[in-house]
DNA sequence: CTCGCGAATAGGAACGATTACTGATCACCG
DNA sequence: CGGTGATCAGTAATCGTTCCTATTCGCGAG
């Protein structure tokens, strides 16, 4: 499983024509590590630990070339920064209003969403994502 | 029509507690004057020819209380500042990475989707938003 | 294995979108 | 009308993200 994705990772490096550093290993990892949707900041403090050294912009840059080739993928919500996710299939993600915590939502599918949308317009769609919002059973219970 | 959503619209500030100033109502004038999706300073500027006095902040505090209040709808992009809408029936919009340009795409709703996720989440849902990015057809032949 | 070159990095400054602050002004109930 | 709490204009500050430049690194050619 990790030499598989391994291997795959590689390929779409090489294919791209960009370069594998450590760094960028290491936003990966990082990503693997991290059990919920970590921010860009996140990252970048776990990626500290191990190497004190990375420069935060070098996260954002390692983070937009890894979504770039589609090996992440990242999502954007009101009144938070942008959510970075090893799982690139289309999924449903919800962000609590209260606490904040982002999590997917199992189960659900984008269904036929996506053949009706681009049946319907003559855009050619790159990317589709669903933004869910709401309150987590604590933040309700807390009201 | 115009008559009816204006009284729609002092009922839900009546019942909000909010009040309808006239720099609110001129912010939904500019909504409803522009075509697309505008951002919040697109809104300003619109707000500023009829009253130069207006402040940007004054603009995002209004478009703020009336997303509250259920009379806009507002979306998040990559790469774009927010954009508001008077439509807030859930529905697809459809960005260009090309030129920017955000449009409805009509004819297509959630169809089922709220109520599945609705149904396998814990969560009180609030909200959800689906955002699509493409080329719009212009731009695809720009290359 | 070593060299050399182009790509990537660290560190920090700059930027754009949005929010926060403060004294002056307005909407609205009585 | 008159008082009062909400809102506003103007501006400073914040936050996430991008940009910049000298230095370092990955990796293919030899």
Redesign the interface.
């Given at each position: 499983m990790g030499v598989t994705l391994e291997r795959d990772i590689r390929e779409r490096f090489r294919r791209s024509g960009y370069t594998l550093t450590s760094q960028r290993k290491a936003v990966l990892e990082a990503l693997g590590e991290s059990r919920g949707h970590p921010s860009a900041e996140d990252v970048y403090l776990l990626v500290k630990k191990k190497n004190p050294r990375v420069a935060l912009g070098t996260v954002y840059q390692a983070l937009s070339v890894l979504e770039e080739i589609g090996v992440i993928g990242?999502k954007?919500?009101?009144e938070s920064p942008?959510r970075y996710d090893l799982n690139v299939e289309p999924h449903?993600d919800?962000r609590?209003?209260g606490c904040g915590a982002v999590s997917e939502?199992?189960?659900?599918g984008?269904?036929?969403?996506e053949d009706?949308?681009r049946a319907?317009?003559?855009?050619?769609?790159?990317?589709?994502?669903?933004?869910?919002?709401?309150?987590?059973?604590a933040c309700?219970a807390a009201g």
């Amino acid at each position: 499983m990790g030499v598989t994705l391994e291997r795959d990772i590689r390929e779409r490096f090489r294919r791209s024509g960009y370069t594998l550093t450590s760094q960028r290993k290491a936003v990966l990892e990082a990503l693997g590590e991290s059990r919920g949707h970590p921010s860009a900041e996140d990252v970048y403090l776990l990626v500290k630990k191990k190497n004190p050294r990375v420069a935060l912009g070098t996260v954002y840059q390692a983070l937009s070339v890894l979504e770039e080739i589609g090996v992440i993928g990242a999502k954007h919500w009101s009144e938070s920064p942008t959510r970075y996710d090893l799982n690139v299939e289309p999924h449903l993600d919800i962000r609590c209003l209260g606490c904040g915590a982002v999590s997917e939502i199992p189960g659900v599918g984008l269904g036929d969403l996506e053949d009706r949308l681009r049946a319907a317009t003559p855009y050619e769609v790159t990317h589709a994502a669903v933004v869910v919002e709401g309150l987590c059973p604590a933040c309700r219970a807390a009201g």
